[in-house]
């Protein structure tokens, strides 16, 4: 642990003018209040402030799931990695849609995630902030930003990509651990999943026995507006249940007559939601017709427009004949197994 005092931790008399005493943290790190070889002079901060830099040990790091499959001497090559940060309250660390540019960890006060105006989560120490968004690229879905006087520690992702490449012994039980994270994360995901997909249907059948009240009671002045809300309801349940996102490494794209295409946003079987950038007009109600391009091959289809808003076009599909079908339940699964964990 590495501490620098100021004259108020001493009496008067005491008090010598500032002079550069050397404090030997416990392993070099780079940081901003830190020499190059590691030592800390203690006038290289406001005198009139006392300031502790916090030490961390590899038994700290361990009780981060990252790490707990790391050994001591490869945590021990990581510490030293990291830059040690000072932040002040109420600085943000990163907006929501920002890339990552570092691996993030809290080793001193508190961040709280944001989103929008809502706090969703408060981090403590010891604790890996965004790690997965680092790693990947993912752009942030959170506002990050401190509340409390805090010290962080982080490495820039190219630096950390660096350091792997000189120390494969440490970057697989990285690897294997962030994967560990990952597969726990997409099994907890299906189980939720799958517990609102059975709340939708519940959902779904009370309203329709609601419905089926609604015209088979008195009319009334309710009656009507009751009966088109749940009407609504039904079918918005009905139509965006299944939609599916393609991934990037399984782009679907719709061609049109004047070769023009505009890429699937999402999709299923019987519905197509496409970008606003679409050529054409495309009026709800009209018909519409192109060829859906994907990694597979190309299939023709065609539809009714449905709606348009700023969310896309949305298309409802004509049945497709059993060849073209299979195709596309082919891609479908395709893309239903991308988050699905046998």
Partial sequence: MVWAFSRLDFPAALWQPPMARRIAPQAPVACWHCRTDGSVLDNDRDPGIQHRTMAVSPSDLRTIPLFQDISEEHLTSLLGVFERRQHDKDEILFRAGDNPTDLLLLVRGEVALFEGDTVRFRLRPIALIGELGAITGLRRYTTARITEPSEIWRIPTQSLLDFFETHGDVAFPFYHGLLGIVANKVRRDARRIEEMRANIVRTQKAMKRMRDLVLESEDTSLS?????????????????????????????????????????????????????????????????SAVLVLPSGEIPISGTVESTDDKGIMIALDLLIREYAATLEDYLTRLHMLDFVV
């Fill in 224 to 288: 009507k507006p009751i009966h088109d809300t749940l009407e609504e309801l039904i079918e918005r349940n009905r139509r965006w249940h299944y939609l599916v996102e393609p991934a990037k490494s399984l782009q679907a794209r719709v061609r049109f007559d004047d070769g023009s295409m505009a890429p699937v946003v999402e999709m299923s079987d019987g519905w197509l939601l496409l970008d606003n950038s679409a050529s054409g007009a495309h009026e709800v109600g009209a018909h519409w």
